[in-house]
C-alpha cells in the first residue's frame, strides 16, 4: 500500500522567509504523481505545485519550489519569501494513474508577521 | 480551469434522516469521481470512488449500505447518508479527474460541511 507520511504537524515561518515542509512516501510503484495542495480555513483544496515521478527536474511555481529525491521518496515542498496569505495546512499526496490521491497528515503552517 | 462544484456547503440534519450531497464537474467530463471524509484538524480520507454508470467502490470500513453513491452522469455523483447519526459529522470533499487530460491532478469541490444533530 502506498503511504505519505509528513513529519512535520506543524511549521512557522517569519514573513518573508524561506520555509521547508517535508514529506516522505513509500511506493512500489515507478510512474507516479506527486503534489502539494494547501487547504485555508476556508477547507478548499488549493493546488499549489505538482511532479511527474519520471521527470528529474524539480517543479517550480513563482515562490513555491519542491525538491524531489525519488530514490529517498522524499518531495518537499520549499515556500520562498513566505506571505501571510500562505498560511494554511498543506498535504502532501500521491497519485498512480487514473487512481485516487492519498494524503499525508498535513502540516500546519503558521506565518509571523 | 477546471471547476467542480459541491453542494450544499453546509447542512444540518436531524438524526435519523438522510442527507443528499452533490459534485458536479462543470466544465469537463469525469468518469470517476472520488468521495473523501475530513475529520477535524486530520487529512483527507478516501470513503469511495464512484464510477459513471458502475457501481462504486468503497475503501475499507466504509458502509456501502450508509453513504450511498450514484454517479448517473459524466458530471454529477452524489453522495447521500442515510439515516445520519452524530458521529457521521464531518467535512465531506468530492473530487473528479478531468479525463481528457489524463495526468491531470483531481480538481476538488468546495466541501460540505456535515453535522447531524
Redesign the interface.
Known amino acids: 500500500a502506498q503511504t505519505v507520511t509528513q513529519s512535520q504537524p506543524e511549521m512557522s515561518v517569519q514573513e518573508a522567509e524561506t520555509v521547508t515542509l517535508s514529506c516522505t512516501y513509500d511506493t512500489s510503484e515507478s510512474d507516479y504523481y506527486l503534489f502539494w495542495y494547501k487547504q485555508p480555513p476556508s477547507r478548499q483544496m488549493i493546488l499549489v505545485i505538482r511532479q511527474e515521478a519520471y521527470k528529474q527536474q524539480n517543479a517550480t511555481e513563482n515562490r513555491f519550489s519542491v525538491n524531489f529525491q525519488k530514490a529517498a521518496k522524499s518531495f518537499s515542498l520549499k515556500i520562498s519569501d513566505s506571505q501571510l496569505g500562505d498560511a494554511a495546512m498543506y498535504f502532501c499526496a500521491y497519485k498512480v494513474g487514473n487512481n485516487d490521491m492519498r494524503f499525508g497528515a498535513g502540516t500546519r503552517l503558521t506565518v509571523k508577521p | 480551469g477546471a471547476v467542480v462544484s459541491q453542494h450544499p456547503s453546509r447542512v444540518i440534519c436531524k438524526s435519523g434522516t438522510s442527507v443528499k450531497i452533490e459534485c458536479r464537474s462543470l466544465d469537463f467530463q469525469a468518469t470517476?469521481m472520488?468521495w473523501y471524509r475530513?475529520f477535524p484538524k486530520?487529512?483527507?480520507?478516501?470513503m469511495a470512488?464512484s464510477n459513471e454508470g458502475s457501481k462504486a467502490t468503497y475503501e475499507q470500513g466504509v458502509e456501502k449500505d450508509k453513504f450511498l453513491i450514484n454517479h448517473a452522469s459524466l458530471t454529477l455523483s452524489t453522495l447521500t447518508v442515510t439515516s445520519a447519526h452524530p458521529e457521521d459529522s464531518s467535512?465531506y470533499?468530492c473530487?473528479a479527474?478531468d479525463q481528457g487530460t489524463?495526468?491531470a491532478?483531481?480538481h476538488?469541490g468546495?466541501?460540505t460541511?456535515l453535522t447531524v444533530t
Open positions: 470517476t472520488f475530513q486530520q487529512s483527507l480520507m478516501l470512488t467535512f470533499i473530487s479527474r489524463g495526468l491532478p483531481l476538488f468546495n466541501g460541511r
